[in-house]
Every structure is written in C-alpha cells, then in structure tokens.
C-alpha cells in the first residue's frame, strides 16, 4: 500500500505548457504516474506529451477522472489556481510553487480544510509512493518500493537520505514534502498518523529542521506510535534569527532550536542521527 497517493491516482498538472510543468510531466510520466490532462489558460486543446491541455481546472474534470493537481504557477497566481482546484472537487493539491505571499497560503489551506482537499506544500518537493505514482519534482532514480515512510521539511536534504536509503537496499512506502514555508497543509502529525495506519510502512524517518514546533509536536505522536521513527534534524550550526532557506527555518525568541528538537524527539523513543548518511543504519538497528 501506500499513503495520500498511489498507482490509480489520476494526475492534472496546472501550468502544463510552461517550462518547468511540461519538464516535470515528461519525469513524472517516465516514473510511471498517470498524468490525464493538463490546465494552462488560453491553450486548451494542445496537447503536451500527447497529454490534453484545458483552458480550467473545471473543464478537465469534466472530461477526465482527476484525483489530484499538481502547480506549476507563479507565486501571484499560484493562489487562484489552488481555489480553482479545490472548488473544482480535485483531493490532493500538490503546491511546489515557492515565495507564495503568507496570507495567500492562509486562505488555500483553509479553504481546503473546509472542502476536504489535502494540501502538500506550499514550497514543497511533492510527494512519492515509490514505485507507484510520483507527483512534483524529486529525482526518480533515488525512489524505489519498501517498508521505510519518509517525511520531511527539507527537499535536497531528502533526495540525500532516500537515496543513501535505496543504496542500502531500504525502500520507501512513501515520501512526502511538507513544504518549507511557515503555512503548509500538512504537518509531521498528520503523516505519521497515515504512516503509523499503513501495513506496507515498518518504519519512519522523519526529516526536520530549526524553526518552528512542528518537530515537537511530532515528538508528542511518536510516544503513542508502534512503529520506529528515525530523524534527522538540519541547521544545527544556524546563528539565532537568521532564516536558513526556507521561510519556516528560523528560530526566534530561543524557540525552535536544534536542541530543542533533538531532546523532544529522543524524549520521545526516536533514534537521532548526527549526520544523513547514518539514517540507513540506524533504521537497520531498529528493524532486526
């Protein structure tokens, strides 16, 4: 199995006949994810990849059966496109769009929470079920299918973990992005509440960073949880009040620290690992 998505999810990619929409579907086709139209307003009836392109959102769920979105969008727009998506009925948004305006992020993940739509993003990598379906921009040569649930605020960081993973022979069930910025749909809770319900998952990484309680919120979950968590945590040598790549990397007021963090989730029973390529270890010391 698999979470949020899988080899049945029909995929819309909005933003189709830009550059970066039309390279990532050509990837997420070549990862096998069933891609069925396209929206860029103004070039309905193209096609890309021989692909069907639609003027709306609206008018491609009217002619195909469509799970989830991805964005491709420009962060003014990127706004109007998520609503259109949701109102449309689409259940999972993908929003890899990046330096969307806060209040604007506000407003996408409460209208969503009220139309029961998932969001992973804003400003996140997107989201893999290894082996099944692959929707946003991660290198498809790092995911393969396995028994390790990844999470993770970080998307380089990640590619570097599940690849380090793979190398070891350690598949992944699914990999999600959270999204770097301070409002994004889904937190560490959610997913590893999905995770903790999923029989093909063994056991999670969880990749965070400074900034925030996400982390330690998470810490609170993974007492109740049954199965092992691993985590990595980046920016242990940021100075105070300097934002560190993503919007939510940030500590202030002495909160969010690096070892904060690291306390909260040993607290918790989680494995740390001091630097990324000691995951797959640890992760094979707590399957034996």
């Not at 259109?84 to 109102?87: D, F, G, L």
């Not at 082996?131 to 290198?139: M, N, S, T």
């Not at 380090?164 to 022979?169: H, M, R, W, Y």
């Not at 691993?230 to 100075?239: C, D, E, F, L, M």
């Given at each position: 199995m698999a979470i949020i998505i899988n080899e049945k999810t029909n995929v819309i990619v909005q933003g189709i006949t830009g550059n970066q929409g039309r390279f990532h579907t050509c990837q997420m086709l070549a990862y096998g994810t069933k891609i069925?139209?396209?929206?860029?307003?103004?070039?309905?009836?193209?096609?890309?990849?021989?692909?069907?392109?639609?003027?709306?959102?609206?008018?491609?769920?009217?002619?195909?059966?469509?799970d989830a979105s991805v964005l491709f969008i420009p962060a003014p727009f990127a706004k109007d496109a998520a609503f259109?998506?949701?109102?449309a009925g689409v259940k999972v948004l993908v929003i890899v769009t990046e330096h969307i305006p806060v209040h604007d992020e506000m407003d996408i993940v409460e209208l969503a929470c009220r139309k029961g739509t998932t969001v992973v993003g804003p400003n996140t990598f997107g989201i893999v079920s290894?082996?099944?379906?692959?929707?946003?921009?991660?290198?498809?040569?790092f995911f393969v299918e396995g028994p390790i649930g990844v999470v993770a605020r970080s998307g380089t960081l990640t590619y570097e973990i599940v690849?380090?993973?793979?190398?070891?022979?350690?598949?992944?069930?699914?990999?999600?992005?959270?999204?770097g910025d301070r409002v994004v749909g889904l937190s560490f809770v959610d997913v590893l509440e999905k995770f903790e319900k999923d029989p093909q998952t063994r056991a999670v990484v969880l990749v965070g960073e400074i900034g925030g309680n996400a982390e330690e919120e998470a810490s609170l979950y993974i007492k109740k949880m049954t199965k092992p968590v691993?985590?990595?945590?980046?920016?242990?040598?940021?100075?105070p009040g300097k934002r560190m790549g993503h919007a939510?990397?940030?500590?202030?007021?002495?909160?969010?620290?690096?070892?904060?963090?690291v306390e909260a989730l040993q607290a918790a029973g989680a494995k740390v690992a001091t630097l990324p390529f000691e995951v797959p270890e640890l992760i094979r010391q707590i399957l034996k």
């Open positions: 069925v139209g396209g929206v860029s307003p103004g070039k309905g009836g193209q096609e890309v990849e021989g692909i069907p392109v639609y003027d709306t959102v609206y008018e491609a769920v009217d002619n195909q059966q469509v259109e998506a949701i109102t290894s082996g099944k379906c692959k929707i946003g921009i991660p290198p498809n040569q690849g380090n993973l793979t190398a070891n022979g350690l598949g992944q069930s699914t990999v999600v992005g959270l999204g691993v985590a990595y945590i980046a920016g242990k040598s940021a100075p939510g990397a940030i500590i202030e007021r002495g909160k969010g620290t690096f070892n904060g963090k």
